[in-house]
C-alpha cells in the first residue's frame, strides 16, 4: 500500500537528475494512487518494478499508472528499458532464458506475478502486438484469427468461428481487404495489413488491454497512419499502451505520457509520466524538455 | 622474395593465369600435390566400387537385376540366390527402429527446447554423444545377453494375446527377431535424430513461439502451433537420416536378429537384413557363386543407403538453403 | 488471493492444463526412456566386464587356444587394434587433409568430384567398406591381412576426417585470411602457418572423432583381416582386433569364459571410446574459451 504523497517524489529520485522539480505540481494530477483498486479509471498499477536480464538491470523502481480507456505511450531513447517495460506488464519479459523481475503489477487488484496467477491467464487478459507482424506462416489468414481463440477455447463450431473471425477483423479495420481471401496464407499480405492481423488475433482473445511494442516501426507511413487510426478506435473498448521511439506519434496518439531514460547505472528508470499534452509543452522535469527537443536521445 | 598482392576468395576460385605464369612457387607445387592425393583418392574409391559391381557381376547375370532383387528364394546349395528376404527385413527392421525412435526423439527435441532449455542442454549433448559412440558390436553383446532373453516373455505375452487379432503380432517368438533388431536399432538412431531435431526446434523463430504465449498459449500450445509445423522438413531429414544409419547398421543386428532366410509373416520371427546376412554368411560362403552373391547384396545395400542419404541431403538442402556439413 | 485471480483473468480450461500436463510428463518419460539404455549398456558392461579389466593378465596374455577354456587374455587383439587403427590414421588424416585443404583453396571439377565420393562414402554401411576392399586388395593378394584391414579402416576414417578440417578451415575468419594475402604470404605459407594452426584443435577433434569411431568398427574388418585367435604382429597377416573378438567371443556366449572375456573387452573398448569423445569435446570447449582463436 503506497500513500498518496509518496508518489510525488518520484521524479526527484531519479539517479542522474542535478536540478530539483521546479514547478509545483497540483496534488490531483499523474501521481500514483492506493492499490486497492480504488481508482476504477485505472487498469493497470505499476509498484517498485525491477527487471534484469541476467546480472544486468534492465529498468529500475518504475511506478506508474495506466489509465483504461486511454492510450498511454511510453517513449524514451534507445536503451532505457521501454520495451522491457511493455513486456513485464503481461509476463513476457519472463519468457527470456535468464530475464527476471521484482515489484508489483496489479490489474484490478490482483498482481499479476502472484503464484495463483496463470501467466497464460493474464496474457489472454493483457494482450501483446510486436514490432515485427508474426502472423502464423503455415496458417491462413482465416485460422491465424480463428486457431488461437480455439485452443483457448473461447469458440466451437464453424458458425461461431465464422462470427468471430469477421468481428475482430472487422475491429481491426482489416476485414475489407481480406474478405475474399480468408483462406490465404497469414504472410501474403503487406506490413500493413499483416500487423492489423496480428491485431485481430490479439482481439480474439478479448483482451481487456493491448500492448503495442513499436507497432509501426516497421512499417509505411501509409500503414502506419492506418494503424494509428485504429488504435484511436479501440480505445472506447480497450486499454492501449504503446511504445514508441516516434515523438510525434506519440503525441498525435496517445493521451497520457511516460517518459523513461537510462540512467548512469545503464538502466531505465520512469523520469516522469503525466497528460500528453502537458508532457510536450510543459514538461515538469528538464531532462524531458532536452528529449522532447532533440537534445539527445 | 615479392609476390603480387592477389584478392582472391576464400571459397577456392583457381587463380587463373598462375600457369600461365611460369612461376614455380611453392603454390603450383602444393596444388599439385593437393591435386594428386585427390585424384589418387578418387580413383581408389572409385575402382573399389567399380570392382565390388564387377565381382558380382555374375550373380546379375545369371537371375537378371530385377529377378535378383525380387527373388524370395535363398538357397547356396542349390545355386539359387534372391535378395528379397533381406531387402524384406532391413525395410521392417528400419520401420520397427524409426516407430519407436521418432517419437521419442521428438518429444526429447521438444523438451530441450520448449520446456528445458539452457541448464539441461550441455549434460544432454555429451550423453547424446556418448550414446552415439558406443560401438555396434557392444550394443550387439548386450541385446544378445540381456535383452533378447528379456524380451522373450514379452512378445510371447502379446503374441498369444494380440497375435490372433493384429496382423505379424503372431508366433514364433524366439526372442530373437525382426522386432529386437528394431528395439536395438532404435536405441542406436535415437541419438541422431533428437539432436538434428532438437536444432531444427531451436531455431523457430523467436517472434513465433513468443506470438503464441502472447495470445494466452501454453507450451504445448507452443509446439503444436509454431514448432512443429514449421520444423516439418528438418524433422523429416533427421528422420531420412536416421533410416539411413539403420540400413546400414550391421554388427547389432546380426547378432539379436534370429537368423533366417524366411521371410517372416510376424515381427517376433527371426530373420535376416541385408547387411547382416553378408556379415553372417561370408567367410563361410563355399558354395558356387555364393561369395558372389553376397557381394551383389552388398551392391544392393549400396545402391539402397545412397538412395537414402541423396534423399536426406535433398531435403536438407531444399529447406535450410546450403549444405550443412554431414553428420 | 486464488480466486480473485481466476475472477479477474479467467482460467485456462481443465482441458487444456491437463493436455500441457501430459505432454510435459511425456517428454519426461521420452527423455528418460532414451537414457536408460545408456546406462542399461554401461552399467551392465562395467559390472561384468570390470572383473576381467583387473587382471593384468588379461592384458599381456593371448586368449587360450580353446575358446571355452578359462584365462588368458586380449593381447592379440589389443596390438592387432592398435596397429590397424593407427596405420588407418596415418592413412587417412593426411589424405583427408589433402582433400579438404584442396577442396577450400583451390576448388574445381575435380575437388567437387572427390568431396562428392567421400560424402557418398560418409552414408555407407560399413561392411559395404568391408566389400570395397576384399574385391581389390584380399582377392589380389590372396589372403586376408591386417594390411586390408588397416585400408579398410582408413576408409571409414576419412569422411568423418575431411568433413571436420573443410569445416574448421571454412571457419577461418574472413580477415585472418585477408591479411595473410595482405602479407604477401603465398598460398602454402598462409595455409601451413595460419590457417591450419588456427583449426589445429578443431582438426584433432575431427582426428579424434575417426579414431573413435574406426576403432569400434567390426564389420569392415569381417573380411578383410578376417580375425586371428593367435598373436601376431605382423600385418600381413590376419590379425585380431577387439571389436571382432567380442564378436567371435559373443557368439560362443553359452560359455561363461567366453562371456567373461567378451565384456572385458566390451568394457575397455568402450572406456577408450569414451575417451577418445571426451577428449574431442574438451578440446572443442577450451578452443572456444580460448576466445576469438578458432
Same mark, same amino acid.
Given at each position: 500500500?503506497?500513500?498518496?504523497s509518496?508518489? &510525488?517524489?518520484?521524479?526527484?529520485s531519479?539517479?542522474?537528475l542535478?536540478?530539483?522539480?521546479?514547478?509545483?505540481?497540483?496534488?490531483?494530477?499523474?501521481?500514483?494512487?492506493?492499490?486497492?483498486g480504488?481508482?476504477?479509471d485505472?487498469?493497470?498499477?505499476?509498484?517498485g518494478?525491477?527487471?534484469?536480464?541476467g546480472?544486468r538491470?534492465?529498468?529500475?523502481?518504475?511506478?506508474?499508472d495506466?489509465?483504461?480507456?486511454?492510450?498511454?505511450?511510453?517513449?524514451?531513447?534507445?536503451?532505457?528499458?521501454k520495451?522491457?517495460?511493455i513486456?513485464?506488464?503481461?509476463?513476457m519479459?519472463?519468457? %527470456?532464458?535468464?530475464?527476471?523481475?521484482?515489484?508489483?503489477?496489479?490489474?484490478?487488484g490482483v498482481?499479476?506475478?502472484?503464484?495463483?496467477?496463470?501467466?497464460a491467464?493474464?496474457?489472454?487478459?493483457?494482450?501483446?502486438?510486436?514490432?515485427?507482424?508474426?502472423?502464423?506462416?503455415?496458417?491462413?489468414?482465416?485460422?491465424?484469427?480463428? +486457431?488461437?481463440a480455439?485452443?483457448n477455447?473461447l469458440?466451437k463450431?464453424?458458425?461461431?468461428?465464422?462470427a468471430?473471425?469477421?468481428?475482430? =477483423?472487422r475491429?481491426?479495420?482489416l476485414?475489407d481487404?481480406?474478405?475474399d481471401? &480468408?483462406?490465404?496464407?497469414?504472410?501474403? &499480405?503487406?506490413?500493413?495489413q499483416?500487423?492489423r492481423?496480428?491485431?485481430?488475433?490479439?482481439?480474439?482473445?478479448?483482451?481487456k488491454?493491448? &500492448?503495442?511494442?513499436?507497432?509501426?516501426?516497421a512499417?509505411?507511413?501509409?500503414?502506419?497512419?492506418?494503424?494509428?487510426? =485504429?488504435?484511436?478506435?479501440?480505445k472506447?473498448?480497450?486499454?492501449? %499502451?504503446?511504445?514508441?521511439?516516434n515523438?510525434?506519434?506519440?503525441?498525435?496518439v496517445?493521451d497520457?505520457?511516460?517518459?523513461l531514460?537510462m540512467?548512469?547505472?545503464?538502466?531505465?528508470?520512469?523520469?516522469?509520466?503525466?497528460?500528453? +499534452?502537458?508532457?510536450?509543452?510543459?514538461?515538469?522535469?528538464?531532462?524531458?524538455n532536452?528529449y522532447?527537443?532533440?537534445?539527445?536521445? | 622474395m615479392?609476390?603480387?598482392?592477389?584478392?582472391?576468395?576464400?571459397?577456392?576460385?583457381?587463380?587463373?593465369?598462375?600457369?600461365?605464369r611460369?612461376?614455380?612457387?611453392?603454390?603450383l607445387?602444393?596444388?599439385a600435390?593437393l /591435386?594428386?592425393?585427390?585424384?589418387?583418392i578418387?580413383?581408389?574409391?572409385?575402382i573399389?566400387?567399380?570392382?565390388s559391381?564387377?565381382d558380382?557381376s555374375?550373380?546379375?547375370?545369371?537371375f537378371?537385376?530385377?529377378?535378383f532383387?525380387?527373388?524370395?528364394?535363398?538357397?547356396?546349395s542349390?545355386?539359387?540366390?534372391?535378395?528379397w528376404?533381406?531387402?524384406?527385413?532391413?525395410?521392417?527392421?528400419?520401420? *520397427?527402429g524409426?516407430?519407436?525412435a521418432?517419437p521419442?526423439s521428438?518429444? *526429447?527435441?521438444?523438451l530441450?527446447?520448449?520446456?528445458a532449455?539452457?541448464?539441461?542442454?550441455?549434460?544432454?549433448g555429451?550423453a547424446v554423444?556418448?550414446l552415439a559412440a558406443v560401438?555396434?558390436?557392444?550394443?550387439?553383446?548386450?541385446?544378445l545377453?540381456?535383452?533378447?532373453?528379456?524380451?522373450r516373455p514379452?512378445?510371447q505375452g502379446?503374441? /498369444?494375446t494380440?497375435?490372433s487379432?493384429?496382423?505379424?503380432?503372431?508366433p514364433?517368438t524366439?526372442?530373437a527377431s525382426?522386432?529386437?533388431?528394431?528395439v536395438?536399432?532404435?536405441?542406436?538412431?535415437?541419438p *541422431?535424430?533428437?539432436?538434428?531435431?532438437r536444432?531444427?526446434?531451436?531455431?523457430t523463430?523467436?517472434?513465433q513461439?513468443?506470438?503464441v504465449l502472447a495470445?494466452?498459449?501454453?507450451?504445448?500450445?507452443?509446439?503444436?502451433?509454431?514448432?512443429?509445423? *514449421?520444423?516439418r522438413?528438418g524433422?523429416l531429414?533427421?528422420?531420412?537420416l536416421?533410416l539411413?544409419?539403420a540400413?546400414?547398421?550391421?554388427?547389432?543386428?546380426?547378432?539379436?536378429?534370429?537368423n533366417?532366410?524366411?521371410?517372416?509373416?510376424?515381427?517376433?520371427?527371426?530373420?535376416f537384413?541385408?547387411?547382416?546376412?553378408?556379415?553372417?554368411?561370408f567367410?563361410?560362403?563355399t558354395?558356387?557363386?555364393?561369395p558372389?552373391?553376397?557381394? /551383389?547384396?552388398?551392391?544392393?545395400?549400396?545402391?539402397?543407403?545412397?538412395?537414402?542419404?541423396?534423399?536426406?541431403?535433398?531435403?536438407?538442402n531444399?529447406?535450410?538453403?546450403? /549444405?550443412?556439413s554431414?553428420? | 488471493?486464488?480466486?480473485?485471480a481466476?475472477?479477474?483473468?479467467?482460467?485456462?480450461?481443465l482441458?487444456?492444463r491437463?493436455?500441457?500436463?501430459?505432454f510435459?510428463?511425456?517428454?519426461? $518419460?521420452?527423455? $528418460?526412456l532414451?537414457?536408460?539404455?545408456?546406462?542399461?549398456?554401461?552399467?551392465?558392461?562395467?559390472?561384468n566386464?570390470?572383473?576381467s579389466?583387473?587382471?593384468?593378465?588379461f592384458?599381456?596374455k593371448?586368449?587360450?587356444?580353446?575358446?571355452?577354456a578359462?584365462?588368458?587374455?586380449?593381447?592379440?587383439?589389443?596390438?592387432g587394434?592398435f596397429?590397424?587403427?593407427?596405420?588407418a590414421?596415418?592413412?587417412a @588424416?593426411p589424405?583427408?587433409?589433402?582433400?579438404?585443404?584442396?577442396?577450400?583453396?583451390?576448388?574445381g571439377?575435380?575437388?567437387?568430384?572427390?568431396?562428392?565420393?567421400?560424402?557418398?562414402?560418409?552414408?555407407?554401411p560399413?561392411?559395404?567398406?568391408?566389400?570395397?576392399?576384399?574385391a581389390?586388395?584380399?582377392v589380389?593378394?590372396g589372403?586376408?591381412?591386417?594390411l586390408?584391414?588397416?585400408?579398410?579402416?582408413a576408409?571409414?576414417?576419412?569422411?568423418v576426417?575431411?568433413?571436420?578440417?573443410?569445416?574448421i578451415?571454412r571457419?577461418?575468419?574472413?580477415?585472418?585470411?585477408?591479411g595473410?594475402r595482405?602479407?604477401?604470404?603465398?598460398?602454402?605459407r598462409?595455409?601451413?602457418?595460419?590457417?591450419?594452426?588456427?583449426?589445429?584443435?578443431?582438426i584433432?577433434t575431427? @582426428?579424434l572423432?575417426?579414431?573413435?569411431r574406426?576403432?569400434?568398427?567390426?564389420?569392415?574388418?569381417?573380411?578383410?583381416?578376417?580375425?586371428?585367435?593367435?598373436?601376431?604382429?605382423?600385418?600381413n597377416?590376419?590379425?585380431?582386433?577387439?571389436?571382432?573378438?567380442?564378436?567371435?567371443d559373443?557368439?560362443?556366449?553359452?560359455?561363461?569364459?567366453?562371456?567373461?572375456?567378451a565384456?572385458g573387452?566390451?568394457?575397455?573398448?568402450?572406456l577408450i $571410446?569414451?575417451?577418445?569423445n571426451?577428449?574431442?569435446?574438451?578440446?572443442?570447449?577450451?578452443?572456444?574459451l580460448a576466445?576469438s582463436?578458432?
Amino acid at each position: 500500500m503506497t500513500s498518496d504523497s509518496e508518489g &510525488l517524489q518520484l521524479a526527484a529520485s531519479a539517479p542522474g537528475l542535478s536540478t530539483p522539480p521546479t514547478a509545483t505540481v497540483p496534488a490531483q494530477s499523474s501521481g500514483p494512487v492506493a492499490v486497492d483498486g480504488s481508482a476504477p479509471d485505472l487498469a493497470i498499477q505499476v509498484r517498485g518494478l525491477n527487471a534484469w536480464y541476467g546480472e544486468r538491470r534492465a529498468i529500475r523502481d518504475v511506478t506508474m499508472d495506466v489509465r483504461a480507456n486511454a492510450i498511454t505511450a511510453i517513449i524514451g531513447p534507445s536503451g532505457s528499458g521501454k520495451s522491457t517495460l511493455i513486456r513485464c506488464l503481461d509476463r513476457m519479459h519472463e519468457v %527470456v532464458p535468464g530475464a527476471r523481475s521484482s515489484g508489483q503489477v496489479t490489474y484490478q487488484g490482483v498482481d499479476i506475478f502472484d503464484p495463483d496467477v496463470e501467466p497464460a491467464a493474464v496474457r489472454r487478459t493483457i494482450g501483446m502486438v510486436f514490432q515485427q507482424p508474426n502472423p502464423f506462416p503455415t496458417m491462413s489468414i482465416y485460422d491465424n484469427v480463428a +486457431a488461437p481463440a480455439r485452443f483457448n477455447g473461447l469458440v466451437k463450431g464453424r458458425k461461431d468461428q465464422d462470427a468471430l473471425v469477421e468481428r475482430c =477483423l472487422r475491429q481491426a479495420a482489416l476485414w475489407d481487404e481480406v474478405k475474399d481471401k &480468408l483462406g490465404h496464407g497469414g504472410t501474403s &499480405l503487406s506490413g500493413g495489413q499483416q500487423q492489423r492481423l496480428c491485431i485481430a488475433r490479439s482481439l480474439a482473445m478479448e483482451p481487456k488491454v493491448l &500492448l503495442m511494442d513499436e507497432p509501426c516501426s516497421a512499417l509505411d507511413p501509409v500503414a502506419t497512419l492506418q494503424v494509428e487510426q =485504429l488504435m484511436t478506435e479501440l480505445k472506447s473498448e480497450y486499454t492501449i %499502451v504503446i511504445v514508441t521511439h516516434n515523438m510525434q506519434q506519440a503525441s498525435r496518439v496517445s493521451d497520457r505520457t511516460a517518459f523513461l531514460n537510462m540512467g548512469e547505472d545503464r538502466a531505465g528508470y520512469l523520469v516522469e509520466e503525466g497528460p500528453t +499534452a502537458q508532457i510536450f509543452t510543459h514538461p515538469r522535469q528538464q531532462l524531458t524538455n532536452d528529449y522532447i527537443s532533440g537534445r539527445f536521445g | 622474395m615479392f609476390q603480387t598482392k592477389r584478392v582472391t576468395s576464400r571459397e577456392g576460385a583457381p587463380s587463373l593465369g598462375s600457369f600461365h605464369r611460369r612461376r614455380w612457387t611453392g603454390d603450383l607445387t602444393l596444388r599439385a600435390g593437393l /591435386a594428386i592425393v585427390t585424384l589418387g583418392i578418387s580413383v581408389v574409391l572409385a575402382i573399389m566400387m567399380v570392382e565390388s559391381f564387377a565381382d558380382a557381376s555374375p550373380v546379375y547375370e545369371k537371375f537378371g537385376i530385377l529377378g535378383f532383387v525380387t527373388g524370395t528364394k535363398w538357397a547356396p546349395s542349390f545355386t539359387i540366390y534372391g535378395a528379397w528376404p533381406f531387402i524384406y527385413g532391413t525395410l521392417l527392421t528400419s520401420l *520397427i527402429g524409426l516407430v519407436i525412435a521418432v517419437p521419442i526423439s521428438v518429444l *526429447i527435441a521438444l523438451l530441450l527446447t520448449e520446456l528445458a532449455p539452457a541448464r539441461l542442454r550441455a549434460p544432454f549433448g555429451i550423453a547424446v554423444d556418448l550414446l552415439a559412440a558406443v560401438p555396434s558390436v557392444v550394443y550387439g553383446l548386450w541385446g544378445l545377453i540381456v535383452l533378447v532373453p528379456a524380451m522373450r516373455p514379452f512378445e510371447q505375452g502379446v503374441s /498369444a494375446t494380440l497375435g490372433s487379432v493384429v496382423p505379424f503380432l503372431g508366433p514364433p517368438t524366439p526372442g530373437a527377431s525382426y522386432f529386437a533388431a528394431g528395439v536395438i536399432l532404435a536405441i542406436m538412431i535415437i541419438p *541422431i535424430i533428437s539432436a538434428v531435431t532438437r536444432e531444427v526446434f531451436a531455431s523457430t523463430p523467436r517472434l513465433q513461439r513468443e506470438a503464441v504465449l502472447a495470445l494466452g498459449g501454453t507450451r504445448w500450445d507452443v509446439a503444436r502451433t509454431v514448432t512443429l509445423p *514449421i520444423g516439418r522438413a528438418g524433422l523429416l531429414a533427421a528422420v531420412v537420416l536416421g533410416l539411413g544409419r539403420a540400413v546400414g547398421e550391421t554388427i547389432a543386428v546380426t547378432m539379436v536378429i534370429g537368423n533366417s532366410n524366411n521371410i517372416g509373416t510376424s515381427i517376433f520371427a527371426p530373420g535376416f537384413t541385408l547387411a547382416s546376412v553378408i556379415a553372417n554368411e561370408f567367410n563361410e560362403a563355399t558354395e558356387t557363386l555364393h561369395p558372389e552373391a553376397l557381394i /551383389a547384396l552388398g551392391t544392393v545395400l549400396l545402391v539402397l543407403s545412397v538412395i537414402v542419404n541423396a534423399v536426406a541431403v535433398a531435403i536438407r538442402n531444399r529447406f535450410t538453403g546450403g /549444405a550443412r556439413s554431414g553428420f | 488471493m486464488a480466486s480473485d485471480a481466476s475472477v479477474v483473468f479467467g482460467q485456462t480450461s481443465l482441458d487444456r492444463r491437463f493436455k500441457e500436463r501430459l505432454f510435459v510428463a511425456l517428454a519426461v $518419460v521420452a527423455l $528418460v526412456l532414451a537414457l536408460i539404455p545408456l546406462a542399461a549398456v554401461f552399467g551392465y558392461i562395467f559390472v561384468n566386464g570390470i572383473g576381467s579389466l583387473l587382471s593384468i593378465d588379461f592384458f599381456l596374455k593371448d586368449p587360450p587356444a580353446d575358446l571355452t577354456a578359462a584365462g588368458g587374455g586380449v593381447r592379440n587383439a589389443l596390438v592387432g587394434t592398435f596397429e590397424m587403427t593407427g596405420l588407418a590414421t596415418i592413412i587417412a @588424416v593426411p589424405v583427408g587433409l589433402a582433400v579438404a585443404v584442396f577442396a577450400i583453396e583451390f576448388g574445381g571439377g575435380l575437388a567437387r568430384a572427390a568431396r562428392f565420393l567421400i560424402d557418398v562414402l560418409n552414408g555407407l554401411p560399413s561392411i559395404v567398406v568391408g566389400i570395397f576392399v576384399y574385391a581389390s586388395v584380399v582377392v589380389t593378394q590372396g589372403h586376408f591381412s591386417g594390411l586390408a584391414g588397416a585400408l579398410a579402416l582408413a576408409i571409414v576414417m576419412l569422411p568423418v576426417v575431411t568433413v571436420s578440417a573443410e569445416e574448421i578451415l571454412r571457419l577461418t575468419p574472413h580477415p585472418i585470411a585477408e591479411g595473410a594475402r595482405a602479407l604477401g604470404l603465398s598460398r602454402w605459407r598462409s595455409i601451413l602457418s595460419v590457417f591450419m594452426p588456427i583449426g589445429l584443435s578443431g582438426i584433432v577433434t575431427g @582426428v579424434l572423432l575417426g579414431i573413435s569411431r574406426a576403432i569400434g568398427e567390426t564389420a569392415p574388418l569381417l573380411f578383410t583381416t578376417l580375425g586371428n585367435n593367435f598373436f601376431t604382429p605382423d600385418l600381413n597377416q590376419p590379425m585380431q582386433a577387439l571389436p571382432l573378438l567380442i564378436y567371435r567371443d559373443a557368439l560362443n556366449s553359452a560359455y561363461q569364459t567366453a562371456r567373461d572375456r567378451a565384456f572385458g573387452a566390451a568394457l575397455l573398448l568402450v572406456l577408450i $571410446v569414451f575417451g577418445l569423445n571426451l577428449l574431442g569435446r574438451w578440446l572443442t570447449t577450451r578452443r572456444r574459451l580460448a576466445g576469438s582463436s578458432r
